[in-house]
């Protein structure tokens, strides 16, 4: 049986062959909390990491064999409308949001597709202004693949590439900062290293404040800010780990 301290409470872990695991699923007493014993709960598929930082990813955890690629932001388009040079042109780059617009066709939402249903959409909407059997093909000139998401309470939540030496704040300030309403203390960073599953919750305002260190975001990270469904995988274990002096850092199972 080992203990590990937060502030002045202590919970216990069972040791399980060669790891330790704060087990979420059953019930654990923490002792010397306010003067009373409660009980640890959670989601049955969280157990939380022994360190306050993600891990890293690898090269091995950009790369995704097997699978078309999908359309992002400031990627760079050729689009050609067969014997209708009006509509195609040698290059176009999306936004940082994965849009980009075409005579006729309107504004495009390209995010998250693959150039071959690019082409559908942009052939559905010039059949739609009475373009007869439009032929288009749709290529990538370049890509940017290195993207993180950024959701929940911002101004401008999307898609934005993943700069070197990224960190939470700028992640935050590049999707234009939080809302007037935005809860600063719920801050949820999704990875997978390794096809390990991780999540860690901070505070923006602990950050801000000097508490602990800004964290670096990655390629492929997904940033949901302020109250949001997932929070419910934190829930009970905040009740005793105070997110005050160090993020807390969980392994996802069961593919969640």
Request: charged residues 20%; contains cysteine.
């Amino acid at each position: 049986m080992a203990e590990r301290a937060f502030g002045r409470c202590v919970v216990r872990k069972h040791m399980i062959g060669s790891k330790h695991l704060l087990l979420l699923a059953f019930p654990l007493l923490v002792a010397g909390c306010a003067g009373s014993v409660k009980p640890v709960g959670g989601a049955a598929n969280v157990r939380v990491v022994e360190s306050s930082v993600l891990p890293e990813p690898s090269g091995d955890d950009y790369r995704l064999p097997g699978r078309a690629y999908a359309i992002g932001p400031f990627d760079k388009l050729r689009i050609d409308v067969l014997g209708m040079p009006e509509f195609s042109l040698e290059e176009i780059q999306t936004d940082a949001g994965g849009h980009f617009s075409l005579p006729l066709a309107g504004s495009i939402e390209a995010a998250g597709l693959t150039p071959a249903e690019v082409a559908v959409v942009i052939r559905d909407r010039l059949r739609n202004q009475h373009v007869r059997d439009p032929q288009v093909s749709v290529n990538l000139t370049e890509t940017v693949s290195q993207v993180i998401t950024v959701e929940g309470e911002v101004k401008k939540p999307g898609l934005y590439p993943a700069l070197g030496n990224m960190t939470l704040l700028s992640a935050v300030a590049r999707a234009e900062g939080t809302t007037e309403f935005t809860n600063t203390k719920d801050v949820i960073v999704f990875r997978t290293v390794g096809q390990q599953k991780y999540a860690a919750l901070y505070s923006l305002a602990a950050i801000r404040r000097g508490a602990y260190d800004d964290p670096q975001i990655y390629a492929n990270d997904r940033v949901v800010i302020g109250d949001s469904p997932q929070r419910r995988l934190f829930r009970d274990i905040l009740q005793v780990v105070p997110l005050i002096t160090t993020p807390l850092v969980v392994a996802l199972q069961n593919n969640n």
